[in-house]
């Protein structure tokens, strides 16, 4: 079955500065790229998403980047500020299979 | 704007016990999922429903785990006999026509405590 392994756990950076997050997935026919943004104690809520038939897509100060090839797939925050800081979740759907797979989550903390 | 209801959104119960937490998914979708998180780490897939029955399921749902769909409305998880690592955090969540097309709805969560 998928596997999404997401890297790095934890993350540092000062207000401002960008912050990139990444995972490799391990389904070739997965398909369906989700990011989610969690608070502590909230739901899961999605804050960008990518489809395989594109390599790029962004959103304001977000961007997703897709390669097909190597079975990866990053998180780019431009400027960022201290509301951004949260715990976020990479997932893959695709395949056979109806349901999303998650990353292990990265704590992102933006520094004032 | 529309979202995915749960209920209670935190309940504590003695070892043994049974427990249903419910959800309400948005009304036009056709797919539901429970999942869970364990607190500090990642949210794990434990069962998609679809067409009133289980589509696929986790290895952590196993025989002490049921879902059921009372009503049109109603989309519940049962724990027959709870364990302490049952604790965690259980979302429930609802897509429209799948997710080649849509995204995952989650609803805000219950949080279960064992003891």
């Known amino acids: 079955g998928e596997n999404v392994e997401q890297h790095p756990s934890t993350l540092s950076v000062q207000e401002g500065d960008s912050a990139v997050i990444k995972c490799t997935y391990s389904d070739s026919a997965s398909n369906y790229f989700p990011w989610y943004k969690q608070e502590l104690g909230k739901r899961p809520q999605l804050i960008i998403d990518i489809r395989s038939n594109v390599g790029e897509k962004k959103d304001q100060r977000i961007a997703v980047t897709l390669n097909k090839t190597a079975k990866h797939f990053s998180l780019h925050i431009t400027e960022t500020q201290p509301e951004d800081s949260a715990v976020y979740f990479c997932a893959a759907y695709g395949g056979a299979t109806n349901k999303l797979i998650f990353g292990t989550g990265t704590l992102l903390a933006v520094q004032p | 704007e529309p979202e995915v209801t749960q209920t209670p959104s935190h309940q504590v119960t003695q070892m043994g016990q049974e427990v249903i937490l419910r959800c309400v998914p948005i009304?036009?979708?056709?797919?539901f999922y429970w999942y869970r998180q364990i607190l500090g780490q990642k949210v794990e897939f434990l069962v998609s429903f679809y067409n009133n029955e289980i589509s696929e399921k986790s290895e952590i749902f196993d025989d002490q785990f049921s879902v059921e769909r009372p009503d049109g409305s109603n989309f519940t998880l049962k724990i027959r006999s709870t364990k302490l690592e049952d604790s965690a955090m259980y979302f429930c969540a609802s897509n429209q026509g799948g997710l080649s097309t849509g995204e995952l709805f989650f609803g805000e969560g219950s949080r279960l405590t064992v003891l």
């Open positions: 009304s036009n979708h056709l797919y």
